[in-house]
């Protein structure tokens, strides 16, 4: 079994992307290596956040979450010019890298949304917890109140009882 360098396998997996955009069928051809081993590469690299073409060349639609997401980090110092000559090199539209940065802004603003949200149901139930607490503490003294009536009711009752025998 033959062992691959990490750059060699991203030299490999590189000649999938433009400008050279070959089919894991060819290069498998070109550089003697089985296609079962190619599609594992290019799954790991998929895993790892790597922008890499699904089965189909240039069906961005089929990129995982992360592979986008790694692809906006990774235009988002670069100027105009770069972020153009960025999207030839990986086949890809400038509108889709910005829709996409769109996209994960709005999850970051979903996420201060439901954080906001959890606040406010927090705030709401330690309100709910308080009052609770409260109405159990006034039922426990009516309780200890009413327990000891009934347990001067006892005594009473016995001394009443005391005094008519006494008689």
Do not use: H
Request: with cysteine; aromatic share 6%.
């Amino acid at each position: 079994m033959a062992r691959f360098s990490q750059e060699r396998k991203e030299a490999v997996l590189s000649r999938l992307l433009p400008p050279y955009n070959m089919t894991v069928s060819d290069l498998a051809k070109v550089e003697g290596i089985s296609e079962a081993t190619l599609y594992n590469w290019r799954k790991q690299a998929r895993l790892r956040g790597r922008a890499v073409p699904g089965p189909k060349p240039n069906n961005t639609d089929q990129w995982s979450a992360e592979a986008k997401l790694a692809t906006v980090i990774e235009t988002a110092t670069m100027s105009e010019a770069q972020l153009n000559e960025y999207c030839r090199q990986k086949g890809l539209f400038v509108e889709q890298v910005k829709a996409w940065k769109e996209a994960s802004l709005a999850g970051f603003q979903s996420a201060e949304q439901q954080d906001k949200t959890l606040k406010q149901q927090s705030k709401a139930d330690k309100q709910q917890i308080k009052k609770l607490e409260k109405e159990l503490r006034r039922k426990e003294k009516a309780l200890a109140e009413t327990a000891a009536l009934l347990v001067l009711r006892k005594k009473l009752d016995a001394l009443w009882e005391n005094n008519d025998a006494d008689d």
